[in-house]
């Protein structure tokens, strides 16, 4: 070992999982808590700009897949790392000038040569050692729509899509799967993981062994490119025009689904699929602390989640109307958006020992008059998970302004949406199968 650079890696919750199958599954986080690199005659070094790449190195057997930080990267004389930007690979000279041609280049082989100067195999030969190179991708999106050869839970008669990323002889990233109705453009549900280590998740592509139960059959063009959706900019202009004391006296939004802040700037190209009519109260209190709360949890447990929304809220009846209650809706030239009565999250752990299994409802609306959970379960189960009940949220979720909140469990719940995740049908079937046999 070279006694003039000294690296201590620790891999923190480093999980290889599952090895039974060929899956590497990796939840990871590198720390490099020391790095003398006292000369740039004795090893290379590298910065690393935003958008970062993902690094893949090898150790032993293993090919391990993280995401650079902005520490940069270091490598001994003869040694070698491989850098991935799926949306095109830069590198950039300590005076600005690109040395590569845009998006030309997804991968690179990095390389510290006998003279200590780094350089990409075949793409890039490092003339002038002493300069300082960065290294970024063009843009920190890079995923696509595809659609799952495999179905989600009770989404059969609708479209199962999933935001990833295929990276070439590693296999595939997926950040969010749905349940989308094509026909009405409609999300029935998205579908995410929970878990604040998952930085990066690798598994090999035909793999279908991994924690959202889907793959990347097929890539999917952009709808958006030939239909027309409502945006939140024409949202804004029409609901701000509308004149209905009842409607202006509370503030809707359109806002997506998915409020996890992490996941979020990660959509960008698909919002128009994800965003629902939100009740600003509700989205900015009460789901706001469920979320907190659950980011807390989810240090330590992994979940599964599915999100989506149930109903229609309507503004209260006054004495002109006649009988039948008019929606909350913003309407713009030919295209319009209603306020759905429920919001509601179904959490699945993922952790072993650890078998939660409820769903998380909030009424999304300001005219609910006694609002309750007696629609969904015939008790309200949030009490009874500790780390809800004390959480803000736990304190605050039968506040109605805040946006009333409350828990059930999911074979309940399944009985009153018929497209929750969970297929009542699998019971029910051999329910019927088993009275069926017993009446012969
Ligand atoms: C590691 O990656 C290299 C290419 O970068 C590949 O040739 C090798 O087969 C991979 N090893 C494993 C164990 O996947
Ligand atoms: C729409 O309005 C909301 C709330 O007033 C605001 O946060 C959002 O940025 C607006 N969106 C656009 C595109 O103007
Ligand atoms: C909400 O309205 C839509 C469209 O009118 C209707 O198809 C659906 O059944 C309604 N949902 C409920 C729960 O009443």
Redesign the pocket.
Known sequence: MSSNRLIIFSFANFRAARSVSNMFKINFQIFVLSCLCLSFSYCCRLRVRRPYPLLIKNFGSKNITFRASGKGVTLNKGESVEVYCGSGLNIENSNGYKQLPNNQYQTALLFCDENNYIGARGIYENRHGSEVLSIYCSSSSSESLYESKRKLGNCEGSMSYVIGEKIPFLGTIKKLAMCYDIDNFALKYANYIAYQKNDILISYEDNFDNDLEVDLEQKVDNLENYFDFMSQDSFNNSRDRQQNVFFNAFKFDYDLIIQDEQLNKKFDSWNYMLNTMWWRKLRQNNWRFFLDALKERTNSVKYRVYVGT???ATLPATESSNGQPE?VAVQTDGLAV?A??YIWAYLKSLSPGNDEDFVVLAHNSPYSQSPDHTEFCASDLCDDIQWLKDSRFGRLRRIPTFGYTFCCRAEEVAKVIDYFPVATLAIETSTAAAAAATSQ
Do not use: D, I, V
């Open positions: 149930y109903g229609n929606a209603t759905p009565l």
